[in-house]
T-cell receptor
Framework: TQLLEQSPQFLSIQEGENLTVYCNSS?????LQWYRQEPGEGPVLLVT?????EVKKLKRLTFQFGDARKDSSLHITAAQTGDTGLYLC???????????FGTGTRLKVLA | ETGVTQTPRHLVMGMTNKKSLKCEQH?????MYWYKQSAKKPLELMFV???????ENNSVPSRFSPECPNSSHLFLHLHTLQPEDSALYLC???????????FGPGTRLLVL
């Protein structure tokens, strides 16, 4: 069974701090997405990474796909209260229609 | 607003009821999905449709019955559910079955 483990599970930080969330697996994925989900809503896509070693930046968010396409990280610089939410990674197994979702990281940024 | 809408947003039903969840996408996508999101568990893929044909059924009990009449609409028909089926049911769509998915806001279902 393919699994995507995210760490940490929970994170509570002060506004202005930096943080990194990890998404790890023993399986190779052809692509990987990061989503943010707020209470009572569906996940909203942040980024898709496809190439091993790829780095993408979205304002204060930096996403990296591992060289072997088995893991990914999300780094947030100078966190803001609006960054609060559940962060999910999702990997697409090669040759399938099946996205595997990670266990999630619940982030709370305090003012 | 992601271009994927779901109705109803909240639903309470008894174990003997029959109800349907509806999803509509306005993105011109060809693939649609149903997911279940329970507390403390990762999102679970239930069904995948590509060009109105079911291409994935992830061992879902028969009390959940999907229907995809066209590429813009997806239904999930529910009957004789159990309390453990209470969850957030999310619909998603993508250009093709291996493309990036866009999610609707979900239907929060409570089975009494």
């Amino acid at each position: 069974t393919q699994l995507l483990e995210q760490s940490p599970q929970f994170l509570s930080i002060q506004e202005g701090e930096n943080l990194t969330v990890y998404c790890n697996s023993s399986s190779v994925f052809s692509s990987l997405q990061w989503y943010r989900q707020e209470p009572g809503e569906g996940p909203v896509l942040l980024v898709t990474v496809v190439t091993g070693g790829e780095v993408k930046k979205l304002k204060r968010l930096t996403f990296q796909f591992g060289d072997a396409r088995k893991d990914s990280s999300l780094h947030i610089t100078a966190a803001q209260t609006g960054d609060t939410g559940l962060y999910l990674c999702a990997g697409l197994s090669s040759g399938t229609y099946k996205y595997i979702f990670g266990t999630g990281t619940r982030l709370k940024v305090l003012a | 607003e992601t271009g994927v809408t779901q109705t109803p947003r909240h639903l309470v039903m008894g174990m003997t009821n029959k109800k349907s969840l509806k999803c509509e996408q306005h993105l011109g996508h060809n693939a649609m999905y149903w997911y279940k999101q329970s507390a403390k568990k990762p999102l679970e893929l239930m069904f995948v449709y590509s060009l109105e044909e079911r291409v994935e059924n992830n061992s879902v009990p028969s009390r959940f019955s999907p229907e995809c009449p066209n590429s813009s609409h997806l239904f999930l028909h529910l009957h004789t559910l159990q309390p453990e089926d209470s969850a957030l049911y999310l619909c998603a769509s993508s250009q093709g079955p291996q493309e990036t998915q866009y999610f609707g806001p979900g239907t929060r279902l409570l089975v009494l």
